[in-house]
């Protein structure tokens, strides 16, 4: 259940200001901050960075 | 978090069970109240214990230590454990924990942390999810614990030293997450950057170039030393066919010395046929004059029918015989002259039967007499037998004059024939050759050949499998040369797409931090007016964009820092700045412990008369000092008060309700 930091409207005006997809940029900084589950977490960004989700 | 209730067993100073219980209004304070040494410090410590397994040292979450967290009463009375139950509110779930940690079974005098094992209670609206807290860790991060459980020890040290106040904001408003993600993201980014690099100096497609490069070369060798065998398979196919040739000239020539000796022997027969033809015309010429005779000697039998049939006729009309004598004068001005001694008068009956027999077979004649010729009897058969032939000598005649002829055309075309075949032997290219040397040469040319011509077959062969190899490998390359694209354009739209996000985050960094400082200064500057002694002089407080720094604003909107004010007034700064940093972040309970530290009555009186204020609930952990009588009065909106007492004797305390 992460936490979602950034206040939306932010997120949705720096998104639209860099040319990014929302949805992904949500994920990136949604995303479980566990440090044991940190190689997992770096092959997520990998996959969202990289277009593949 | 709005905390419900809170239950301790055996917890460091408290034996038994303990219980604080926050029921719903009215009011919503809780005081608990103790001296120095009850427990007031450790009713917080349990918060933290409950939800991290950790314990507070000095603004700081460290592990715990067993042995000092079960009440050494209980421990003595054999029962080595420690319990804290925590029911709070949060989004609308109602979440239970229960940490206890208890001595090991078969441990009677537990000292070690090894001599106990520690278990988790951990229920999300009555769901047990065992030891699995990490909604806590989600939900309230370490790292700012501090803020929404605040001591007067924080407090005061916020007071004295706003040390990494920016630090601290950031970590109570959860921004180090979105700098780990930033990092994050840098760390994938400069993975994209290692992939790229990889990728265009891919090792796969360096093996196929130079697989290419060394299958190239060997081609370019073998079509080298191709041309060269061909070459000389050309030269060798060239003397081959000129001794082929040479061996058919062989055939020519021996066709020629054929035809000569052809010729040779026709000559030789047409010089036996001249022979023959001379023997025969010398026989024809001896049998000439018989042949005239013979040819006369039908003349004259013509002569003697037409003469008889003249003479029979005119003797007929005359009714005479002609004179034997004339006739006989007839008969030789004939050319024929058959005479006879018997002849006579009436000899013509005789006649006529001679020249029946001569007009028959002539055979029967015995004599012919003329004035010319005295023919016996012998030659009259040897005339009469010629005469029989005289058809078929005319013939030979012919015969002959015709193969004279013959022998006399072919006699000169085979002279030239001769003469034109010798001369063609005589200039012949194979004149001067000797067959079995050009057969031999042939030989082994032919054998050459086919050694050259293996050694070319075989090269070609080998040859097409290389093309073919380098036409896989091309095609290889193509593939990868694409793939290499494809993924470099990826990779490339990856690295961009990665600072596109780096800035997006830095950016969404800086303005939260922003806006929450701007809300932190805003309800902080109100908790500030609303405490301070001088809120005609001291209109609010301000966070510095950049550090965080707090410094109280004067009315006329300077700024005064914190070195500057007295203690108590930076006390009141700092509760005021956590205060505001509180509301800002989280709802729910506040739980102040002695916070009002070095404050004079005034500001004192002031924060007690906000403290319903400042949160949904305040537990207030204060000593007797803490709250007076007259502090008491100014208290508003207390729910309920709990005492901690202590036994002076067993050395431990308990939580017990007043009304």
Known sequence: MPQVLVDPAILAEVCRKHKLDEDMVFKLVSAEKAVGVRTHRLKEFRKLLGGEV | MLIKSL???????????????????????????????????????????????????????????????????????????????????????????????????????????????????????????????????DEFPEDVANFFFFDGETITRYAEAQENNRETVEKALGLPYLRQAREDVEKVEKDFEKDLRDVQ?????????????????????????????????????????????????????RGIQQRISELEDFSRELAGEEASIVADEEEFRAQLPWLILSKSVRGAVDN??????????????????????????????????????????????????????????????????????????????TAISKARTVDEQTSNIHSLEAKRKYLDDNREKVAAALERENDNLRTHSAQNLREKEVFERLTQLTKDKAVVQSKVDGAKEELSAIQRQVSELERLLEISFSRKSSASKSLLEAINRSNRVLKALEEMIDRSAEIKRAEIEKRSSQIYTSITNKPREFVGLSIDPA??????????????????????????????????????????????????????????????????????????????????????????KVQSKFLLEHDQVQKYSRIQEVG
Not at chain 2, 208 to 229: C, H, P, Y
Not at chain 2, 591 to 611: N, V, Y
Request: proline share 2%; charged share 30%.
């Open chain 2, 7 to 137: 239950e301790l067993e055996n917890f460091k100073v408290f034996h038994g069970i303990n219980k604080v219980e926050i029921k719903p209004g009215p009011g919503n304070v809780v005081v608990v109240q103790g001296d120095n040494g009850r427990g007031k410090s450790t009713i917080m410590e349990s918060i933290f214990w409950a939800l991290y397994g950790k314990e507070k040292k000095y603004d700081r979450l460290v592990p715990a230590n067993y042995h000092a967290i079960v009440n050494n009463t209980a421990r003595k009375e054999g029962n080595a454990f420690a319990r804290v139950s925590l029911r709070f509110e949060h989004d609308g779930r109602l979440i239970e924990v229960e940490r206890r940690v208890a001595a090991k079974k078969g441990v009677s005098e537990p000292v070690r942390k090894a001599d106990y094992e520690e278990t988790l209670s951990f229920k999300v609206d009555g769901k047990d999810f065992g030891q699995d807290n990490s909604l806590i860790y």
């Open chain 2, 201 to 253: 100096s891919s090792p796969e497609t360096e093996k196929i170039e130079g697989q290419l490069k060394g299958l190239r070369g060997r081609a370019a060798e073998m079509v080298t030393g191709l041309n060269d065998d061909e070459a000389r398979l050309e030269c060798l196919n060239n003397d081959i066919r000129q001794l082929q040739r040479n061996l058919e000239e062989f055939d020519d020539l």
């Open chain 2, 304 to 381: 003697v029918g037409k003469v008889k049939e003249q003479a029979v006729q005119e003797r007929i009309e005359q009714g005479r015989m002609l004179d034997q004598i004339e006739f006989m004068k007839d008969l030789k001005s004939s050319g024929v002259c058959i005479c006879g001694n018997s002849m006579d008068a009436d000899g013509l009956g005789r006649i006529d039967e001679m020249l029946v027999k001569l007009n028959g077979a002539l055979g029967t004649i015995q004599v012919i007499e003329t004035d010319r010729y005295s023919w016996t009897q012998a030659d009259l058969a």
């Open chain 2, 547 to 636: 550090t965080f720094e707090v410094k109280v604003r004067s009315e006329g909107g300077e700024l005064v820092e914190s070195r500057k004010l007295s203690d108590g007034e930076r006390h009141v700064m700092a509760l005021s700045f956590l205060g505001g940093l509180k509301d800002s972040t989280h709802e729910g309970t506040l739980i102040m412990d002695s916070p009002f530290g070095r404050l004079d009555q005034t500001h004192k009186t002031r924060l007690i008369e906000k403290i319903p204020e400042l949160a949904e609930n305040v537990v207030l952990l204060v000593t007797d000092e803490d709250l007076r009588e007259n502090d008491w009065r100014c208290l508003n």
